[in-house]
């Protein structure tokens, strides 16, 4: 019984870390700034010109989706 409840902890603790951000980076140029960790990723890129809102985008890393923008100009050319 103190050995499930140890792994259960362990792993609890895991996936706790896991989610938690490692980076942070803002590009200057571009204004864009992106925040990562180990199951999730969001990225914010600033309105271009005639557009009212900025842009946000979510990934999910471990599975191989990318952010959603970046696809969608991927498609395109």
């Known amino acids: 019984m103190k050995v499930g409840k140890i792994i259960g902890r362990a792993a609890l603790g895991a996936l706790v870390l896991s989610a938690i951000p ?3 980076k803002k590009d200057e140029e ?3 700034f992106e925040v990562r960790s180990l199951l999730w990723g969001w990225k914010k890129t600033p309105r271009g010109e005639g557009e009212e809102k900025d842009h946000y ?11 959603a923008d970046e696809n969608e100009s991927q ?3």
């Open 22 to 24: 490692y980076q942070f």
């Open 30 to 32: 571009t204004g864009t």
């Open 57 to 67: 985008s979510f990934a999910i890393p471990a599975s191989g989706l990318d952010y």
């Open 75 to 77: 498609d395109a050319g």
